[in-house]
């Protein structure tokens, strides 16, 4: 298991932007995928985009395409999640997770699918 640390929440006003951070902490591995999570208060954590750390290639839940992006350092043990224009309902406690390479596949959306997983970091957006 992977030590993971996000960084970054904070309460912002709608149509703000936020960088929210995740950190593999001493490993020396690489990971085949690291993806962002949410869960709102009472409800199921939901996928919010993935990055293939390898190749860069990004893919989005529908709720947040098109007003964010993941990105890594080139070291591909740190990732950013940046979104603009954020609203009410993107408040939550963002996740991060992160499947190592020796993996066959990425989990993608699959939240069971992870073995690592940050404390989270929350974000609170005020209308």
Known sequence: QVHLVESGGGSVQAGDTLRLSCVAIAYSGNFQCMSWFRQASGKEREWVGTIFTLSGSTYYDN????????SQDNDKKTMHLQMHNLTPEDSAMY?????PAT????PLGWTEGYKSWGQGTQVTVSS
């Open 95 to 99: 996740y991060c997770a992160a499947e």
């Open 103 to 106: 993996s066959t596949s990425c």
């Open 63 to 70: 709720s947040v395409l098109g007003r964010s992006t993941i």
